[in-house]
């Protein structure tokens, strides 16, 4: 069975975000070993200067890596990825799983992104949408999309 790690910087608040996030770790009990990690956002003023924003991307940095499990497949959630469709993220759950990688990771920075070494270390840089979306919403999306990419290898009908 795949393990499939969800590694988030920020914790979810509101309780909207906390159910639907339940719901999809419920769904995806039978296709997967799932592990939510959440790791603390830095701290910043209102309005940070850009070397306050980098040294908190940093820090950020260096407890995402302190987290990543050993030899997984890292998938970067960054606008500057490539879009995908949910056929394309199935097939690739399914062939990393058919080459004998069992660990997936996938990667949400925090509201300022995440630093540019995470990306450059990523085998996968994954883009949800030119639009911007609250980060915890994207674990959302992240986790629907997952498990509609587990219905769709097992040729359900919940992706129409």
Known sequence: MMNITVLCVGKLKERFYI????????????YCRLR???LPEERLPERPSQGQVDAALAKERDAIRAKLPKNGILIALCIEGKAA?????ARRLNDW???GSSQIVFLIGSSY????????????????SPMTF????????LLEQVYRAFKINEGSPYHK
């Open 97 to 99: 799983a058919v080459g």
């Open 36 to 38: 939510l990690v959440e």
């Open 134 to 141: 609250p980060h915890h919403l994207a674990r959302v999306m």
């Open 19 to 30: 159910e639907a996030v339940r719901e999809y770790e419920k769904r995806l009990t039978g």
């Open 113 to 128: 992104g995440m630093h540019p070494d995470l990306k450059a270390q990523a085998d996968w840089r994954l883009s949800m």
């Open 85 to 89: 469709s949910s056929e394309e993220l």
